[in-house]
Nanobody, 122 residues
Framework: QVQLVESGGGLVQAGGSLRLSCAAS????????MGWFRQAPGEERVFVSA????????GYADSVKGRITIARDNAKNTVYLQMNSLKPEDSATYYC???????????????WGQGIQVTVSS
């Protein structure tokens, strides 16, 4: 099972940017679809974005389209989430996860990172 470690979170003002990274252990990173999810206190974990194994196809939740970009570097076993024009409602714990096939729900993902906090102040 792959190990995932997120980094790059923190506190940012509304309108600002953050780039999250998710580093994966092991040699099989390129065999996984990678996804990002977020969970606010008291709410369920929701889909943010996903990217195929090769990186040629991406998907986004409607709430983040045009503001967030997912990318991956298979040579570095890392997936990124560039977040621009952040809003207070983007505040949540962000998780990266692996899947063996394309999915845009948490149920489709197998391994999860520990999560990282993103807080956007108004």
């Amino acid at each position: 099972q792959v190990q995932l470690v997120e980094s790059g979170g923190g506190l940012v003002q509304a309108g600002g940017s953050l780039r999250l990274s998710c580093a994966a252990s092991g040699r099989t990173f390129s065999s996984y679809v990678m996804g990002w999810f977020r969970q606010a206190p008291g709410e369920e974990r929701v889909f943010v974005s996903a990217i195929t194994r090769s990186g040629d196809t991406t998907g986004y939740a409607d709430s983040v389209k045009g503001r967030i970009t997912i990318a991956r570097d298979n040579a570095k076993n890392t997936v990124y989430l560039q977040m621009n024009s952040l809003k207070p409602e983007d505040s949540a714990t962000y998780y990266c996860a692996t899947a063996t096939r394309w999915a845009m729900t948490a149920r489709g993902y197998d391994s999860w990172g520990q999560g990282i906090q993103v807080t956007v102040s108004s």
